[in-house]
Structures are given as structure tokens and as C-alpha cells.
């Protein structure tokens, strides 16, 4: 397993990954990969899991982890995983600076 300094997971998502572990009763990762499809043409896809696969890459941030395949971080580079609690709802969210266009929901993306 590979640590990438490329993309970073912020406070507030490593607090909600424990959050969700805890709750679980047993910790959790949240793998973050990008597929093909969408409305802008890639998609982000977020899963909770307990372990990792060998191939993963792991970012870290107080103690909690996120997973990315290889083939995503080339789309992710410089990213941010994000968790935010706002009126319109909670969820994870990436802060994607290759992203050149976003749809409204703002979980499919163009390059």
C-alpha cells in the first residue's frame, strides 16, 4: 500500500470517517475512485470499507484514512476530500483542481 501526497483529506472528513466507523462499531476507510459517466462525462464514487486492497494508495489525516485505486489519483492530483454539513445536506465532497466543469450536484466532473 502507497501513501500519495498528491491529494489530501481535510479534518473534517477524518472526523466523519470516525464518526461513521464508531457507529459502525468498527473502524472504516472511504475509498474514493472516478468512473466514466455523469452528466460532465467522470463521476466521483465514495464506499466505506474495512480493509484496503494492495493497490491501494492511503491518505491519511488524524488517524483516518482514505483509499484511491492508481488509475483515479491521475484525475484526483492535487485534490481534496472534503466532508460538509450544510442545509442543503451532508456528504463528502472533492475539491478537484483539474476538474475544468461540474454539474449541480457537483459529483460529476469534466477535464
Do not use: W
Not at 492511503?58 to 492530483?77: F, P
Not at 463528502?92 to 469534466?110: D, L, M, Q, W, Y
Amino acid at each position: 500500500m502507497m501513501t500519495s501526497s498528491n491529494l489530501t483529506l481535510s479534518a473534517s472528513a477524518a472526523q466523519r470517517i470516525h464518526a461513521i466507523g464508531k457507529a459502525e462499531g468498527h473502524p472504516v476507510m472511504l475509498r474514493v475512485a472516478v468512473e466514466g459517466g455523469g452528466c460532465s462525462g467522470f463521476q466521483y464514487q465514495f464506499d466505506l470499507v474495512a480493509a484496503a486492497q494492495p493497490d491501494d494508495l492511503r491518505i491519511e489525516c488524524d488517524g483516518a484514512a482514505a483509499l484511491v485505486d492508481e488509475m483515479s489519483l491521475v484525475m484526483l492530483k492535487g485534490s481534496e476530500i472534503d466532508y460538509v454539513d450544510e442545509l442543503a445536506g451532508a456528504e463528502f465532497r472533492i475539491r478537484n483542481p483539474n476538474a475544468k466543469t461540474s454539474c449541480g450536484c457537483g459529483v460529476s466532473f469534466s477535464v
